[in-house]
Every structure is written in structure tokens, then in C-alpha cells.
């Protein structure tokens, strides 16, 4: 496209023009040139003279963008001078790289969190979800950043190769949500036209969407919704009998089309009390709390992820195949560690840990 906005005016400027050295150059034809610009490269058709006094040709339209005798645009030789002059060639590189890269069109920010084994130093104190009220684990949050621009030819999304990055923490919502906010920005969150929030529902995760991405359209987890939706059928089982799977593939269907008003009015054909009306209540404000999160037939429509497995498999991935083996308890320092170099790697980011000391925000 860009290509196509320069070639407009392909540079003839009739059958002569100014040599640049006191003769007239003739008009000889239409060149192609290929010009690297901070988008990528471009083709630009231009209007060539010949001066034969001289023996060289020349395109004024070369001139008027500012690449003649470059192959590169003045906004990516700009780039390229602040590159070379931070740092040493490799690292310049790298820098330009990412620098020139293209803005993808989706931009996808996937949230979780998932609890590490301790020691009981580092649970001392805290309550936990086990019968004895004790805690045994801290919750390490994770963000899964990545990018897709395309569909599968059954029109479901891809995400984009090598487009990932991850950041973790053992510091609290408050904190990861400054974190989620710059890595949301070091990936071109202010400018990529679709940016999507993904999540399981959890009330903190759509906290720090709202306050760090109020802009962004924040999707819950349709595989988490299912699971809610398959107890809470289970919670009205015994009123159901043998229309139990019949009324629940009712329910499924008015979730992929994100009608959840249809959900509510089938719950409240079955008047409760006691114990099964809060447990019923309880399932049902999922839904109604998140309605917004779970328009799915729209999402798809737009071609957007509205599953956020990749973070779930970054739990298991990162933090689960390394420190949740049988009999291991972590420090909170030790286990910070080892999950900053596994989000590295997975993140393609090695090299950022060998050369930078003291690149993790501790935890309290």
C-alpha cells in the first residue's frame, strides 16, 4: 500500500530535466527501485532520465523522498545511526530489528496465575486453601503477550510465529499490573488497531485490563466458561433428570452465541432454595458478572482468539515442569530466579539475561 501512495506520482517531470551538473538529462523510460523503510521494503516505480554528457542516469523522484544514492528511507537511516551509535554491531542489530518491525494487526495479552510449592518460612503466616487453613504455595502471576494477522483456511486464528513474550511475578496484582503494562507498550499496545485481553474470569484480571488497557476488548476463557456452565448444570441435576443433557446443550449453544440472558431465563424456570439457591446463584454470577467478556459469536466473527490456553500452558510449561515436582519446596528468591530464565527462554530473550544483572523485580 505504501508502495502504491509513492508510485503516484511516479517523478516525470517531462522529456528533459536537470543532470544536477549544468546538462539535460533525457527522459528514457520507467524504472523499479527497492527502498527499505521502517514498514519494510517498498517498490517504487519511478520516471528515469539518461544525461549522455554526463553518462549517468537519474529519477528526481528519488530526490523529492530523499533515496537517491540509498537504499534505505531517511526515518529507517535515522534508526539505523541510533542504533549503531548505542551499542556494539550485534546488539545494533537487534535493535534496528525490532525498531523497523511492522506493527501487527491483533495484539493479545493472556493472563493467569498458578501456585508454587514453598517452604514454610515463605508461607508463614498465610492462609490457605487446605483443611488445616495453612498455606503451601505462593501464586506466581504470569502474562503471555503475542500477535496474529492471520486465519486458518477453516477461518480460526493463528498466532504469529515467534510472537510471544512472557513476564512473571510473585508480587502482587498491584505490582504485575504495572509490569503488564509496559511489556503492553514494548509490544506496540498504543498502536496495533485490535488488542485483546484474555483471562478465566478472575475479578483481578479484569481489573488490570481496565486500569492499564481501558480500550481493550477483554474476552473470557470460553473453555472456562464451559466448565462453569457444566456445573452449574450439575447443580441442577437433580430437577433436570433425564432432560439433563438436552438442557445443558441448550446452555452451551446460547454460550457460543453469547446470549446469556437466554442462560439466566432457562436457570430460573427452576425455582430454589437453601443450599441449592446460593450454589446456583453463585454459578449463575459467573455468567452475568462477565456477559460482556462472553459475546463469542461476535469474537469469532472479528477472527479473534476467545481461548486463553496459551497462558495456561505457560503455567505448565514454565513453572509446573520445574518447580512443581514431587517433593520440591521453593524459597520465594529461588523460585523468581528460575522462572525469570524459563520466561526468557520461552520469550527468546536468553541473551537479555546473560548480559544484565539484576534484571528481576524482587519479591515481597
Not at 545511526?81 to 556494539?88: F, I, K, R
Not at 504469529?160 to 512473571?168: F, M, Q, V, Y
Request: glycine share 12%.
Amino acid at each position: 500500500m505504501l508502495g502504491e501512495a509513492l508510485s503516484a506520482d511516479p517523478g516525470h517531470r517531462g522529456p528533459r530535466a536537470d543532470c544536477g551538473h549544468g546538462h539535460e538529462a533525457v527522459f528514457a523510460g520507467y524504472r523499479e527501485k527497492v527502498t527499505d523503510t521502517v514498514l519494510g521494503p517498498v517498490t517504487l516505480r519511478r520516471a528515469w532520465y539518461h544525461c549522455a554528457d554526463c553518462g549517468h542516469g537519474l529519477a528526481p523522484r528519488d530526490a523529492e523522498l530523499g533515496v537517491a544514492g540509498t537504499s534505505m528511507s531517511p526515518g529507517l537511516t535515522a534508526m539505523n545511526d541510533l542504533a549503531a551509535a548505542a551499542g556494539p554491531f550485534a546488539g545494533a542489530a537487534r535493535l534496528l530489528e525490532e525498531l523497523a518491525s511492522p506493527l501487527p494487526d491483533k495484539l493479545y495479552a493472556a493472563i493467569d496465575g498458578t501456585g508454587v510449592p514453598m517452604t514454610g518460612r515463605e508461607t508463614a503466616g498465610r492462609d490457605g486453601k487446605g483443611e488445616d487453613g495453612r498455606a503451601r504455595t505462593r501464586e506466581v502471576k504470569l502474562g503471555v503477550f503475542f500477535t496474529q494477522d492471520k486465519l486458518d483456511a477453516d477461518g480460526r486464528p493463528v498466532r504469529d510465529r515467534a510472537s510471544t513474550s512472557i513476564i512473571a511475578t510473585f508480587e502482587p496484582a498491584s505490582v504485575f499490573a504495572g509490569l503488564v503494562r509496559a511489556e503492553g507498550i514494548r509490544r506496540g499496545a498504543d498502536h496495533v488497531r485490535q488488542l485483546t485481553i484474555l483471562g478465566d474470569g478472575a475479578a483481578w484480571i479484569w481489573g488490570i485490563a481496565t486500569a492499564k488497557f481501558p480500550e481493550a476488548t477483554q474476552v473470557v476463557d470460553l473453555y472456562h466458561a464451559r466448565e462453569h456452565l457444566h456445573s452449574l448444570t450439575r447443580s441442577l441435576e437433580f430437577m433436570l433428570l433425564d432432560r439433563k443433557e438436552e438442557w445443558l446443550a441448550g446452555r452451551l449453544e446460547d454460550l457460543d452465541y453469547g446470549d446469556i440472558d437466554g442462560i439466566e431465563a432457562a436457570v430460573r424456570e427452576y425455582p430454589l432454595e437453601g443450599v441449592k439457591k446460593d450454589e446456583v446463584e453463585r454459578e449463575l454470577g459467573y455468567f452475568l458478572n462477565n456477559a460482556p467478556r462472553m459475546r463469542y459469536h461476535w469474537f469469532r466473527s472479528r477472527g479473534l482468539f476467545v481461548g486463553s490456553g496459551v497462558v495456561e500452558a505457560s503455567c505448565k510449561t514454565i513453572v509446573g515442569q520445574r518447580l512443581k515436582q514431587a517433593g520440591m519446596h521453593w524459597t520465594l528468591a529461588g523460585a523468581d530466579a528460575i522462572i525469570a530464565l524459563r520466561c526468557k527462554e520461552a520469550s527468546s530473550q536468553w541473551e537479555a539475561i546473560g548480559n544484565h544483572r539484576h534484571n528481576q523485580t524482587g519479591a515481597a
